[in-house]
């Protein structure tokens, strides 16, 4: 069944989904070939998927669209703003306070969308026919190549989609069809020579432009890592205890960005800059409570606490002392390991050596032992290193001393 799109059509499905919430549609066909998909398989083939092993497991689902289902002719592809009405990268500045990722601080985009595309999709039906199925992000379809074909926008160098008008802040939807609509012209890429979002990466998440490797990025190692973040990162996370918008945040298109109109998606005050000794203290219960609807839940209260100890090592600040070593008795090995790493960094060499004898011998548990092995060899050779600089401070005076007696 055939649809012109250069009448009215066209306006009209633009029109509900307007109605709905959406603040952009556009269509694409599915005639093509499919690029993405080569550059999608040389990612999984490198390992750059990290323990994401869905993806893996998904990726002939995710060559071409029709490898989904063969008979989709036309893609309508749909943007939700969630532009932040703050600058998401102030919080960084402020050690003591968590940084929750703009996109959940309010509550979980996947089941509004989700809803919302239903919608969509019951009155594009019941009005043009043809059959029809709903996608979002949790599916296997590459929804930001899809969307760039579209023309919602391009992919930047940091693989994310960019939006003349929206800037880094589109949630997407799209609906498969066995219609055939006319396709929206694509979104030239306009990043010019920027690479604003690649200089800016904590933890160099980006091999090359347009190339991510998700093992050291922090969204990654946050949310999907499930035990314990490297070494390597730690320091590099910050107040980060959830997600990262450092290459989303310093786009300069976000100039053109607006607040988000839809409510659900506007930030929760209790999570806009959460207090780390608050959160140290989230006992499962609590965890549910305070982020049910959001989209934080589905880590669990362990490995959300686990980054939040991240945190507090990083703070400097030997106030949250008590909070950390308060969880070295926590149920989870992972809590527990991840407050050895944070008084590790909080603690003198004296405090954590005393700390660690009167501790270690009663923990059974193999990665958290190896903690604790771990920051008394990081407190060595703090103190080792301070004692050598001592010592080159004071060679010239002793130098000098040593001629005056001579």
């Not at 996947?110 to 949790?138: C, M, N, P, Y």
Request: with cysteine; glycine share 8%.
């Amino acid at each position: 069944m055939t649809i012109s799109t250069s009448d009215t059509p066209a306006d009209l499905i633009r029109a509900e989904a307007k109605a709905l919430g959406f603040d952009i549609c556009r269509f694409t066909d599915l005639d093509e070939t499919w690029p993405a998909a080569g550059r999608f398989a040389e990612y999984v083939a490198q390992g750059r998927h990290g323990e994401m092993a869905w993806m893996a497991e998904t990726a002939e689902r995710r060559a071409h669209p029709r490898a989904m289902w063969g008979e989709a002719r036309s893609a309508v592809v749909l943007g939700m703003n969630y532009g932040p009405d703050h600058d998401p990268l102030a919080i960084l500045a402020e050690p003591t306070r968590g940084a929750i990722s703009v996109y959940a601080q309010g509550d979980d985009y996947h089941e509004l969308i989700k809803s919302r595309l239903k919608a969509l999709a019951r009155w594009l039906q019941g009005r043009f026919g043809g059959e029809l199925k709903v996608f979002v992000d949790t599916a296997p379809l590459l929804e930001k190549p899809l969307a760039e074909r579209a023309g919602l926008g391009w992919q930047g160098r940091h693989t994310n989609l960019v939006s003349r008008e929206f800037g880094s802040w589109l949630f997407l939807g799209s609906i498969l069809t066995t219609l055939e609509l006319a396709p929206d012209a694509p979104e030239p890429m306009a990043c010019g020579t920027c690479r604003a979002c690649l200089d800016v990466c904590p933890t160099n998440a980006f091999p090359a432009p347009f190339m991510l490797d998700a093992r050291r990025c922090i969204s990654y190692l946050t949310i999907e890592l499930k035990g314990p973040i490297p070494h390597e990162f730690r320091a590099a996370l910050g107040n980060r205890i959830y997600g990262c918008d450092d290459c989303l945040a310093v786009c300069p298109w976000n100039k053109f960005a607006a607040v988000a109109a839809e409510q659900k998606l506007q930030a929760r005050e209790a999570l806009r800059a959460p207090s780390l000794a608050d959160l140290a203290g989230l006992d499962d219960a609590a965890f549910r409570a305070l982020f049910a609807k959001s989209p934080v839940k589905r880590i669990g209260r362990d490995r959300f606490v686990r980054n939040v100890l991240y945190a507090i090592g990083n703070s400097g600040e030997r106030v949250l002392v008590a909070d950390a070593e308060r969880l070295l008795d926590d149920r989870s090995p992972l809590v527990r390991g991840a407050a050895v790493w944070a008084l590790c960094r909080l603690l003198g060499a004296d405090g954590f050596d005393a700390l660690r004898r009167r501790r270690l011998p009663s923990e059974a548990d193999p990665l958290v032992q190896a903690e604790w092995r771990a920051g008394a060899l990081q407190v060595g050779e703090g103190v080792q290193a301070e004692d050598d600089r001592h010592d080159r401070d004071a060679a010239p005076e002793q130098a000098a001393a040593a001629e005056q007696r001579g």
